[in-house]
């Protein structure tokens, strides 16, 4: 199964300047229970925007760059490779960034979101969810407290079989 997994703000914000406009805790413990143990697919500017990279996760590159190395890292050249390298029978996760996300929506059989109930100003945006083509299937709903700046809520949507 390939799953988009992000955090977007009400107006579809993802980030600003290769990074995160917000940090809500319990998203990245959401963020790391879903990945872990799983091939994580994102482009090279969103990799990069890591200190490290991610434990415990096989990454994917997508990079246009020839030569682009890391150890440890599988790197393909399109979305399309990307895909072919990760097993066929296993869930796989795509995590960004913007023109991924785009290029993945065609694809994808879910998007687990962090919709962030705020409006941000940003230079990345996560793509519109067309509601003809994806039904949202569960939602948390969680208030803004003393760790959490903004209100927000994990949803799942699965693509429709219908259309």
């Known amino acids: 199964m390939i799953i988009l997994i992000a955090a977007a703000s009400e107006n579809n914000a993802l980030g600003k300047n290769n990074d995160l ?13 879903l990945t872990t143990a799983h091939h994580i ?11 490290k990279p991610l434990p415990n996760r096989t990454h994917i590159i ?10 440890g890292c599988l790197i393909a050249d399109s979305l399309e ?12 996760y795509v995590i960004g960034g913007g023109e991924i996300y785009k ?16 409006h941000f100003d940003a230079d990345t945006y996560f793509p519109e969810i067309d509601e003809k083509e994806w ?10 407290d003393e760790k959490h700046e903004f209100d927000f809520t994990f949803q799942t949507f699965i693509r429709n079989t219908t259309t």
């Open 103 to 118: 290029q993945a929506m065609a694809v994808a059989d879910k998007i687990e979101l962090t919709r962030v109930h705020h």
């Open 41 to 51: 697919i994102m482009g090279r500017k969103t990799f990069e925007s890591f200190p």
């Open 135 to 144: 039904q949202l299937v569960d939602e948390e709903y969680h208030s803004k």
């Open 62 to 71: 997508i990079t246009r760059q020839k030569n682009y190395h890391l150890e």
């Open 21 to 33: 406009i917000w940090h809500l805790p319990d998203d990245f413990k959401r963020f790391k229970t």
């Open 81 to 92: 490779k990307a895909l072919t390298m990760a097993p066929k029978n296993e869930d796989v």
